[in-house]
């Protein structure tokens, strides 16, 4: 065990409504194991996060949601966080709209937060897709193909020359508006669908990106975690593998598993260095055809399944940024590859689409379970079987369920000549139509089937 003084409280934010995000749970344990006053501002009730042991309060959002471009509701909303807790705090964004919101707001929070230091609207920057596509081709990131088109025949033409099916991402995903029928990326399988879809830039208020489609398949989908100090100086950092997702094939990580990838793990690294990033960050990478890893996402914050790269002694990168922020010394790792992150109910789900459990060879850390604090598992159980009720009852009824989706295909009404997408097993729906489920390939999907995602 390592010296780690938790003197100072902790406040972990999430302004994205969802209740089973278990990335939120695992920072709220690592912490409080550790002595640390746990503070969150979540949902109201706190969801079943709210049941834990090692939680002290939770706090409301904003008043009336936020507004990325203007966060002066989130500054006013953690000024009275900080007066309830009555002294000075770190400061954890758990998902990416906190994480740009708060570096914001940070410079008018030195007295009562303390934050890692992102300069120049960083986390913004390489949360934009068009601009990560730039210090990617910058920098000699692998990156996929991508083409931002400028008018709706360059982006006809680039699905095209790209090769059908395309990914077709919004520059700025936090912008899109509420309702409109947008998702953040999704999947193209003809050129008019490329088309159309940039003829609604306006309305989603950011540019579109195409880019060239990698194929899900086994060892594709990989992803690095770590935190850094100042100047992208690494304290904590790993590379695992998603062995099953929800959606299947297409979403997050309902198993992963930490093994060495010294090419993930050098870019991540080469990334963080260039940029000079202090805080924590989630890669996302896939192989190709040829092998290569290329980098499909950046997350400036920590992953959901960030308690997998946990050492011996249980130091993660939430840890690790916490003592660095608090002036403590950030030990070396003891252990390293080996462990399995499981999150049993994307997991549960899998297998009941016909997903075979690959077979865990290693020590396991349950996102949900949890011996010494089984409150959040039970509320989960009882809310996930709940929904799970719920939607059966209005498949029943000829209810349609009102779940959100991230990724949809979409067709054009088949061409003069017979336009035809190029991906086996995707769905094809025109843009906004209701029940279409997420491909099986999209190597960022992450859809949220009935709202029970966590990202």
């Given at each position: 065990?390592?010296?780690?003084?938790?003197?100072?409280?902790?406040?972990?934010l999430?302004?994205?409504?969802?209740?089973f995000?278990?990335g939120?749970l695992?920072?709220?344990?690592?912490?409080?194991?550790?002595g640390?006053?746990?503070?969150a501002?979540?949902?109201?009730g706190?969801g079943?996060?709210?049941?834990?042991?090692?939680?002290?309060?939770t706090?409301?959002?904003?008043?009336?949601?936020?507004?990325?471009?203007?966060?002066?509701?989130?500054?006013?909303?953690?000024?009275?966080?900080s007066?309830?807790?009555?002294r000075?705090?770190?400061l954890v964004?758990?998902?990416?709209?906190s994480?740009i919101?708060?570096?914001?707001?940070?410079?008018?929070?030195?007295?009562r937060?303390?934050i890692p230091?992102q300069p120049?609207?960083?986390?913004?920057?390489?949360?934009?897709?068009?601009?990560?596509?730039?210090?990617c081709?910058r920098?000699?990131?692998?990156?996929p193909e991508?083409?931002?088109?400028?008018?709706?025949?360059?982006?006809a033409?680039?699905?095209?020359?790209?090769?059908?099916?395309?990914?077709?991402?919004?520059?700025?995903?936090?912008l899109?508006?509420?309702?409109s029928?947008?998702?953040s990326?999704?999947l193209?399988?003809?050129?008019?669908?490329?088309?159309?879809?940039?003829?609604?830039?306006?309305?989603a208020?950011?540019p579109?990106?195409?880019?060239?489609?990698?194929p899900?398949?086994?060892?594709?989908?990989?992803?690095?975690?770590?935190?850094?100090?100042?100047g992208g100086?690494?304290?904590?950092?790993?590379?695992?593998?998603k062995?099953?997702?929800?959606p299947?094939?297409?979403?997050?990580t309902?198993?992963?598993?930490?093994?060495?990838?010294?090419?993930?793990?050098?870019?991540?690294?080469?990334?963080?260095?260039?940029?000079?990033y202090q805080?924590?960050l989630?890669?996302?990478?896939?192989?190709?055809?040829r092998?290569?890893?290329?980098?499909?996402?950046?997350?400036?914050r920590?992953?959901?399944?960030?308690?997998l790269?946990?050492?011996?002694?249980?130091?993660?990168?939430?840890?690790?940024?916490?003592l660095?922020?608090?002036?403590?010394r950030?030990?070396e790792?003891?252990g390293?590859?080996?462990?399995?992150f499981?999150?049993?109910?994307?997991?549960l789900l899998?297998a009941?689409?016909?997903?075979?459990?690959?077979?865990?060879?290693?020590?396991?850390?349950a996102?949900?379970?949890?011996?010494d604090d089984p409150?959040?598992?039970l509320?989960?159980l009882?809310a996930?079987?709940?929904?799970?009720?719920?939607?059966?009852?209005?498949?029943?009824?000829?209810?349609p369920a009102?779940?959100?989706?991230?990724?949809r295909a979409?067709?054009?009404?088949?061409?003069r000549?017979?336009?035809?997408?190029?991906?086996?097993?995707?769905?094809a729906?025109?843009?906004?139509?209701?029940?279409v489920?997420a491909?099986?390939g999209?190597?960022?999907?992450?859809?949220?089937?009935d709202?029970l995602?966590?990202?």
């Amino acid at each position: 065990m390592y010296a780690f003084d938790g003197h100072v409280p902790a406040v972990l934010l999430r302004l994205d409504r969802n209740p089973f995000h278990h990335g939120t749970l695992g920072a709220v344990r690592s912490l409080g194991r550790r002595g640390v006053e746990v503070h969150a501002v979540v949902e109201a009730g706190g969801g079943p996060v709210g049941r834990s042991r090692y939680l002290r309060a939770t706090h409301p959002g904003p008043a009336g949601g936020l507004d990325p471009e203007a966060p002066e509701a989130l500054l006013e909303c953690l000024v009275g966080v900080s007066e309830r807790i009555g002294r000075p705090a770190v400061l954890v964004a758990m998902d990416d709209l906190s994480a740009i919101a708060v570096s914001r707001v940070a410079p008018m929070l030195t007295d009562r937060f303390r934050i890692p230091h992102q300069p120049d609207d960083l986390p913004a920057r390489v949360a934009d897709k068009a601009e990560l596509s730039r210090l990617c081709a910058r920098w000699d990131i692998p990156h996929p193909e991508t083409v931002i088109p400028q008018s709706g025949a360059e982006a006809a033409r680039a699905a095209w020359t790209l090769g059908l099916p395309v990914v077709a991402k919004w520059s700025r995903p936090w912008l899109l508006p509420a309702g409109s029928g947008l998702r953040s990326t999704t999947l193209v399988d003809s050129a008019t669908g490329a088309r159309e879809l940039y003829e609604r830039s306006a309305e989603a208020g950011s540019p579109l990106l195409l880019q060239r489609f990698l194929p899900a398949g086994p060892d594709t989908d990989w992803f690095f975690h770590g935190a850094f100090g100042r100047g992208g100086r690494p304290l904590l950092a790993g590379t695992g593998r998603k062995e099953l997702a929800w959606p299947v094939r297409a979403g997050l990580t309902a198993m992963g598993r930490w093994l060495a990838d010294p090419a993930v793990e050098e870019s991540g690294l080469r990334l963080a260095e260039r940029l000079g990033y202090q805080g924590i960050l989630d890669l996302d990478f896939r192989r190709d055809e040829r092998g290569a890893v290329r980098l499909v996402d950046f997350n400036p914050r920590p992953g959901a399944q960030f308690r997998l790269f946990a050492d011996d002694v249980g130091l993660d990168v939430v840890q690790a940024m916490y003592l660095d922020l608090t002036g403590q010394r950030v030990p070396e790792p003891a252990g390293g590859p080996g462990r399995v992150f499981l999150a049993e109910n994307y997991a549960l789900l899998a297998a009941v689409r016909g997903r075979t459990l690959p077979r865990p060879r290693g020590p396991v850390e349950a996102a949900w379970f949890a011996a010494d604090d089984p409150g959040p598992f039970l509320a989960m159980l009882c809310a996930f079987l709940g929904r799970g009720l719920g939607k059966g009852a209005r498949v029943l009824r000829g209810v349609p369920a009102q779940g959100r989706r991230t990724v949809r295909a979409v067709r054009a009404p088949r061409q003069r000549g017979g336009e035809r997408a190029r991906g086996d097993g995707v769905t094809a729906a025109r843009p906004g139509a209701p029940g279409v489920p997420a491909p099986p390939g999209s190597p960022e999907a992450s859809a949220e089937p009935d709202e029970l995602v966590s990202r």
